[in-house]
């Protein structure tokens, strides 16, 4: 099944209609005490490498959740919906003033003042951890966000009203505080000492069962969900559900290393798909709400997208790797930093860039100001750039040259393009300083999605002002041959196949 065909879910339970159906504790795997895997006849001995652990004790988790389960709590919470006026009646109902037609009924209504209806109260839950023993709380933006009411539930029985100190609902991330002393507090881990297959454990409140505990491993690293949040999630298997947003999940060592936030389901349930926050994108947001009240990110200001096969073959690289640059805004710290459309960023800092959704995250975390190293894949070879980062938010200033160029229509070759430049007043309009319209399309560039009305920017990395420079790349390319295409306000790197 597609990732796609899966609606994303955020954890938070609303006690509103809710319903779950209890199944016999002999339907369950329960695990206790360490037991042995049991024996398995086979027609002949298996081998095993010498790095692959063999059949083990399953791990105990009791000692942890004794340790750290008390600084987990549960929050409810509680807010209103504005209900319509004249209570409530639907918008278009003949004759009782909800409509907004011109039949009699309506206007005679008009006259009379409406009244306002009683709010809904909707309720919620929720889980957190306690991060500071001062009672300093940390859980999703998304359990709180709306609620005028908050209460932490501890272990023992203790109800508090909880102060929301601040939220951030980009990273997903609340910060609450309880008038408490000496309460019991999670240890902080490190998400990057993480190894996919690792058991990691949950514990949270899924449909208000408070303190349960599931467990399974971390299944992915790094993960970016297409909400545009820059958070590498960690991908996990544990059972989460309804309720456990908000809760830690914990390493074997007993150290948070992730806050439960989002799953991928179809029944509104787990499926065996759930995601986290890494603990220190969560501290940072938390400090930074504590601090000053707000959250900074840092920014680049280019738009970018992965690098296939295809990609990687037209610009020279040894594998597809990298961040390729579509587009870079015109007074950003990437154009004082000389990045280019057709740059591929390998590197950030003296980490390497293996994957497209890396730059994003890391980017983000950083404060405005920093200055960063890049290393860009240009021309054949590699480069260093150095940057200053913006802050995430500003507003950028564009600009377009009126550079003059031809206005015949002419035909590229084998790339199955009829093309021309564009007029000064195009430039203008589509904010280019150059570029060839595309009027039709044929063969290879038929074959990869370009459409009439489209604009090609440059081949494999340089500008095209000219149907004579478009045949000269491609005449220069071997096999395949990137064009940088813009459509509307976007721009992508779309790889042909020459044949």
Do not use: C
């Not at 037609?101 to 008009?110: E, H, I, L, T």
């Not at 986290?276 to 009240?293: E, H, R, Y």
């Amino acid at each position: 099944m597609a990732l796609q065909s899966f609606v994303r879910k955020p954890l938070a339970a609303a006690l509103i209609g809710a319903a779950a159906v209890g199944l016999p504790a002999s339907a369950l795997f329960a695990m206790g005490r360490e037991t042995t895997a049991p024996t398995v006849p086979v027609a002949a001995p298996v081998p095993q490498a010498s790095n692959v652990v063999g059949r083990a004790a399953l791990p105990d988790f009791s000692a942890m959740v004794r340790a750290y389960g008390p600084a987990v709590v549960n929050i409810a919470t509680k807010g209103n919906v504005k209900t319509s006026a004249r209570g409530g009646l639907p918008r278009g109902f003949p004759g009782f003033g909800g409509g907004d037609g011109d039949d009699p009924f309506s206007q005679f209504f008009r006259q009379f003042p409406q009244q306002q209806a009683p709010d809904q109260i909707t309720r919620g839950e929720g889980s957190g951890f306690i991060v500071g023993s001062d009672g300093v709380i940390l859980t999703n933006a998304h359990v709180v966000a709306d609620a005028k009411e908050v209460t932490v539930k501890l272990t023992d029985r203790r109800e508090f009203t909880a102060k929301v100190i601040g939220q951030d609902a980009t990273s997903d991330v609340a910060v609450l505080k309880i008038d408490a002393r000496d309460l019991p507090t999670v240890k902080i881990g490190d998400p990057a000492q993480l190894q996919v297959g690792e058991w990691v454990v949950a514990i949270g409140s899924p449909f208000g069962f408070e303190n349960t505990v599931t467990q399974g491993i971390v299944s992915a690293k790094g993960r970016t969900l297409p909400d545009g949040s820059y958070v590498p999630f960690l991908q996990t298997d544990v059972a989460i559900n309804p309720g456990n947003s908000g809760g830690p999940l914990f390493n074997l060592d007993g150290e948070v290393v992730g806050i439960n936030s989002q799953i991928y389901t179809r029944s509104g349930g787990f499926q065996g798909v759930s995601f986290s926050i890494p603990i220190d994108v969560a501290m940072n947001v938390g400090k930074q709400l504590q601090t000053t009240g707000r959250v900074t990110r840092g920014k680049l200001g280019v738009t970018i997208q992965g690098v296939n096969q295809d990609l990687a073959k037209s610009f020279g690289l040894d594998k597809p790797r990298g961040a390729l640059v579509a587009n870079v805004e015109k007074g950003s710290a990437a154009d004082r930093a000389g990045l280019e459309p057709g740059d591929v960023i390998v590197k950030l800092n003296d980490t390497p860039i293996d994957d497209t959704v890396q730059l994003p995250a890391a980017v983000a975390q950083m404060a405005p100001g920093s200055k960063i190293e890049l290393t860009v894949w240009r021309d054949g070879r590699e480069k260093t750039l150095s940057a200053k980062l913006d802050t995430m938010g500003d507003r950028d200033v564009a600009s377009a040259d009126d550079d003059a160029a031809g206005n015949s229509a002419q035909n590229a070759g084998k790339l199955g393009l009829a093309v021309r430049p564009l007029t000064p007043e195009e430039r203008k309009q589509v904010e280019v300083s150059g570029g060839l319209l595309v009027q039709d399309v044929a063969a290879a560039a038929a074959d990869a999605g370009i459409r009439p009305g489209d604009i090609v920017l440059s081949a494999n990395g340089k500008p095209v002002d000219s149907v004579k420079q478009l045949r000269e790349a491609t005449a220069k390319a071997d096999r395949n041959i990137a064009l940088l295409i813009q459509r509307g306000d976007s721009r992508i790197f779309v790889p042909l196949d020459l044949g």
